[in-house]
């Protein structure tokens, strides 16, 4: 990616005075000289508004620290944010507890700080806490349950606002010394935001009302980040009354969003409730579920497969929640929802920020890329693999890999990449502790997010990336976007009897009726075997995935041979003998020519099919022409059979004949 080089740099916040450092040129030996020349080295692209910083903050401190905080700046990710976060804990009008300035403290403040601007906010108020040694300590205890006391409610409020910034505050610091990877920071968020709503609801005295918080997105999948927004609904009883349960949701939601002139703790998002932005503020659990079989569908199904209650004080609620997830999973996932989710994201790719390289979320082999291939394959394979179940995408792809719906190298790949992504947007929020799924176009920026990241420079993050969104581009398409194209209402019978469990004997009859079979419900039997294998070994999601984008195809292949029997019969024996199906359907899927070539082969001749079969190693010798992608013909496979069949005597006579 090609970047501008040159460096703008975003003022820190504060108001800077005037400087009149005069017109005439420093002597070398100038103590102000010296700095700007250290600051140069240091990579900072705001010199003056940092030789004011670090005046300001050498006054407070002792000119005698000067050598300390620039040897400190030499580790910090953005020397800038640093200075500029310095100058505001360190210069205000309260002062600062001098024990920052111990050994070890002031640099690890320095450090943390250089993470972006937002982190000098976070650590207002605990300066002891951030710079102690201990404060990552005991991970498995972050984040701590709160204890929050208080004489009235909004001094209750106050301490809530502590604690959660607090605690926060440890995630961060647990994931920039590699305490956390990517995965736990997510796990852990989501613990603090669960803790809080809990706190929030036992502040404003509504924790023994009979009502629950059921959280969805991020939240309910537990991977939230440092500036997410938190997408929920409250739900109650059917016999409590709306008043009480809305006054505690309207004061829980004033409570998130700032309370008291305290800093906001979340936005939160009640558009995916029951009834959307038009239904009741806190439905009532028939209500929900009422609503729920109205317009339930393909978004209903994604929206909730990442939903999970985080407070419950109703009865209504574990039911409702164990009908949604069967709704989700027990019906098949079919030709018209598959197009109408690849739909969906050929309009998000379309959009600017799709089209935008720079974009972490929507773009190329982003973010979206992975949860939309992961939420496809659950969809696909729920119905029967219930381990894949679940919100969290890192377990989901663990999951996908140890069922074979996804390989080993694809797992590990999709895995990497996710994380990788999910690092980078964690410490780009970082930056600004706002919502920023951009790479940042100014190369200051971009190189101190480099640096937070463990790279020496922009261009090395920048390949590190692209290889990835790249590894994970390609298996969505091959996946996801090239399959099931161009099929129509007439082939959703067909999809169907592969991806349903239990297809309905109405589609069969319709579907195998309409294929000039002599017997159509043993031919549907028979071809049954191919998507539920009685071999062991040969049952695979990912074989039953190809096999539904296959199946149309197959079917009219086989109806168009001299004997559509013997053809269907002959294929699964092949399919059977061949072994590793999934590899086999995906290269037919995508030469449907071959697929033609193979049908009408083993509907021509049961003695050449016979022969082959029982010689499994020319079998497997011209289905290598298939799995290599090299182009068939009637005429070339023909030719392969006959250099395939040197040395075998006397059916080979026989078949030259």
Same mark, same amino acid.
């Given at each position: 990616?090609?970047?501008?080089?040159?460096?703008?740099?975003?003022?820190?916040?504060?108001?800077?005075?005037?400087?009149?450092?005069?017109?005439?040129?420093?002597?070398?030996?100038?103590?102000?000289?010296?700095?700007?020349?250290?600051?140069?080295?240091?990579? +900072?692209?705001?010199?003056?508004?940092?030789?004011?910083?670090?005046?300001?903050?050498?006054?407070?401190?002792?000119?005698?620290?000067?050598?300390?905080?620039?040897?400190?700046?030499?580790?910090?990710?953005?020397?800038?944010?640093?200075?500029?976060?310095?100058?505001?804990?360190? !210069?205000?009008?309260?002062?600062?507890?001098?024990?920052?300035?111990?050994?070890?403290?002031?640099?690890?403040?320095?450090? +943390?700080?250089?993470?972006?601007?937002?982190?000098?906010?976070?650590?207002?108020?605990?300066?002891?806490?951030?710079?102690?040694?201990?404060?990552?300590?005991?991970?498995?205890?972050?984040?701590? @349950?709160?204890?929050?006391?208080?004489?009235?409610?909004?001094?209750?409020?106050?301490?809530?606002?502590?604690?959660?910034?607090?605690?926060?505050?440890?995630?961060? !610091? !647990?994931?920039?010394?590699?305490?956390?990877?990517?995965?736990?920071?997510?796990?852990?968020?989501?613990?603090?935001?669960?803790?809080?709503?809990?706190?929030?609801?036992?502040?404003?005295?509504?924790?023994?009302?009979?009502?629950?918080?059921?959280?969805?997105?991020?939240?309910?999948?537990?991977?939230?980040?440092?500036?997410?927004?938190?997408?929920?609904?409250?739900?109650?009883?059917?016999?409590?009354?709306?008043?009480? #349960?809305?006054?505690?949701?309207?004061?829980?939601?004033?409570?998130?969003?700032?309370?008291?002139?305290?800093?906001? &703790?979340?936005?939160?998002?009640?558009?995916?409730?029951?009834?959307?932005?038009?239904?009741?503020?806190? *439905?009532?659990?028939?209500?929900?579920?009422?609503?729920?079989? =109205?317009?339930?569908?393909?978004?209903?199904?994604?929206?909730?497969?990442?939903?999970?209650?985080?407070?419950?004080?109703?009865?209504?609620?574990?039911?409702?929640? @164990?009908?949604?997830?069967?709704?989700?999973?027990?019906?098949?996932?079919?030709?018209?929802?598959?197009?109408?989710?690849?739909?969906?994201?050929?309009?998000?790719?379309?959009? *600017?920020?799709?089209?935008?390289?720079?974009?972490?979320?929507?773009?190329?082999?982003?973010?979206?890329?992975?949860?939309?291939?992961?939420?496809? &394959?659950?969809?696909?394979?729920?119905?029967?693999?219930?381990?894949?179940?679940?919100?969290?995408?890192?377990?989901?792809?663990?999951?996908?890999?140890?069922?074979?719906? &996804?390989?080993?190298?694809?797992?590990?790949?999709?895995?990497?990449?996710?994380?990788?992504?999910?690092?980078?947007?964690?410490?780009?929020?970082?930056?600004?502790?706002?919502?920023?799924?951009?790479?940042?176009?100014?190369? @200051?920026?971009?190189?101190?997010?480099?640096?937070?990241?463990?790279?020496?420079?922009?261009?090395?993050?920048?390949?590190?990336?692209?290889?990835?969104?790249?590894?994970?581009?390609?298996?969505?398409?091959?996946?996801?976007?090239?399959?099931?194209?161009?099929?129509?209402?007439?082939?959703?019978?067909?999809?169907?009897?592969?991806?349903?469990?239990?297809?309905?004997?109405?589609?069969?009859?319709?579907?195998?009726?309409?294929?000039?079979?002599?017997?159509?419900?043993?031919?549907?039997?028979?071809?049954?075997?191919?998507?539920?294998?009685?071999?062991?070994?040969?049952?695979?999601?990912?074989?039953?995935?190809?096999?539904?984008?296959?199946? *149309?195809?197959?079917?009219?292949?086989?109806?168009?041979?001299?004997?559509?029997?013997? @053809?269907?019969?002959?294929?699964?024996? !092949?399919?059977?003998?061949?072994? =590793?199906?999934?590899?086999?359907?995906?290269?037919?899927?995508?030469?449907?020519?071959? #697929?033609?070539?193979?049908?009408?082969?083993?509907?021509?001749?049961?003695?050449?099919?016979?022969?082959?079969?029982?010689?499994?190693?020319? &079998?497997?010798?011209?289905?290598?022409?298939?799995?290599?992608?090299?182009?068939?013909?009637?005429?070339?496979?023909?030719?392969?059979?006959?250099?395939?069949?040197?040395?075998?005597?006397?059916?080979?006579?026989?078949?030259?004949?």
């Amino acid at each position: 990616m090609s970047r501008s080089s040159t460096a703008g740099g975003k003022a820190l916040s504060g108001n800077t005075p005037d400087l009149d450092l005069g017109s005439s040129r420093p002597h070398p030996s100038d103590p102000e000289q010296i700095r700007r020349q250290s600051f140069e080295s240091l990579g +900072i692209t705001t010199p003056d508004r940092a030789m004011w910083n670090l005046r300001n903050v050498l006054r407070e401190i002792g000119e005698d620290q000067e050598q300390r905080i620039f040897d400190a700046l030499k580790s910090a990710s953005d020397a800038d944010a640093s200075l500029g976060g310095l100058e505001r804990l360190l !210069c205000g009008s309260l002062g600062f507890p001098r024990q920052v300035l111990d050994p070890g403290r002031l640099e690890r403040l320095i450090k +943390i700080l250089g993470s972006g601007e937002p982190m000098a906010e976070l650590a207002k108020g605990h300066l002891l806490d951030v710079t102690s040694p201990g404060f990552t300590d005991d991970p498995d205890e972050i984040p701590h @349950a709160p204890a929050i006391g208080g004489a009235d409610e909004t001094s209750r409020a106050r301490a809530l606002n502590r604690w959660h910034r607090r605690e926060q505050l440890r995630i961060v !610091c !647990c994931e920039l010394e590699g305490v956390f990877d990517v995965e736990q920071t997510g796990f852990a968020l989501s613990d603090l935001a669960d803790h809080t709503i809990r706190c929030a609801l036992d502040v404003l005295g509504g924790n023994d009302l009979p009502m629950a918080v059921v959280a969805l997105g991020k939240w309910g999948g537990r991977e939230l980040n440092f500036s997410s927004d938190i997408d929920l609904y409250f739900i109650r009883d059917d016999k409590t009354p709306a008043g009480p #349960c809305e006054a505690v949701v309207r004061g829980v939601l004033r409570l998130l969003t700032g309370y008291a002139g305290s800093i906001p &703790l979340y936005r939160t998002d009640l558009r995916l409730r029951p009834g959307g932005i038009t239904g009741p503020l806190v *439905p009532t659990v028939s209500q929900a579920r009422a609503e729920f079989h =109205a317009v339930a569908g393909t978004w209903e199904r994604i929206v909730h497969i990442r939903s999970r209650a985080v407070h419950d004080r109703t009865r209504g609620l574990p039911r409702l929640l @164990a009908e949604v997830e069967h709704f989700v999973y027990q019906r098949p996932f079919d030709l018209d929802e598959i197009q109408r989710l690849q739909g969906w994201k050929e309009v998000l790719e379309s959009s *600017p920020a799709g089209r935008d390289s720079a974009e972490l979320k929507v773009g190329w082999g982003g973010i979206r890329d992975v949860e939309y291939l992961v939420q496809f &394959l659950q969809l696909l394979h729920g119905q029967v693999h219930e381990s894949i179940r679940g919100g969290n995408v890192y377990h989901a792809l663990r999951r996908l890999g140890a069922i074979g719906a &996804l390989t080993s190298t694809e797992s590990a790949r999709v895995l990497d990449g996710y994380r990788f992504l999910r690092r980078v947007e964690h410490h780009r929020m970082l930056q600004h502790r706002r919502q920023s799924f951009s790479l940042p176009e100014d190369p @200051a920026q971009f190189r101190a997010l480099a640096r937070s990241l463990g790279y020496d420079n922009s261009d090395d993050l920048q390949t590190a990336l692209d290889r990835r969104r790249d590894r994970i581009r390609s298996i969505l398409e091959s996946l996801f976007h090239d399959l099931f194209r161009g099929y129509g209402d007439d082939q959703a019978g067909e999809v169907h009897v592969i991806l349903a469990f239990r297809p309905e004997q109405e589609v069969i009859d319709r579907v195998f009726g309409g294929y000039s079979f002599r017997d159509p419900g043993k031919a549907y039997r028979l071809l049954r075997r191919l998507a539920f294998p009685r071999q062991a070994g040969l049952r695979s999601p990912r074989a039953r995935h190809h096999l539904a984008a296959l199946f *149309p195809v197959l079917l009219d292949a086989i109806r168009s041979s001299p004997d559509p029997d013997q @053809a269907a019969l002959m294929f699964v024996h !092949c399919v059977e003998t061949l072994g =590793a199906p999934a590899i086999f359907y995906q290269q037919l899927t995508e030469n449907p020519e071959t #697929c033609q070539i193979f049908v009408d082969l083993f509907g021509q001749s049961r003695y050449l099919s016979e022969l082959l079969l029982n010689h499994a190693g020319i &079998l497997d010798e011209v289905v290598d022409r298939v799995r290599t992608n090299q182009p068939t013909t009637d005429e070339s496979l023909m030719e392969e059979f006959r250099s395939s069949l040197e040395g075998v005597k006397d059916e080979q006579q026989i078949f030259l004949q």
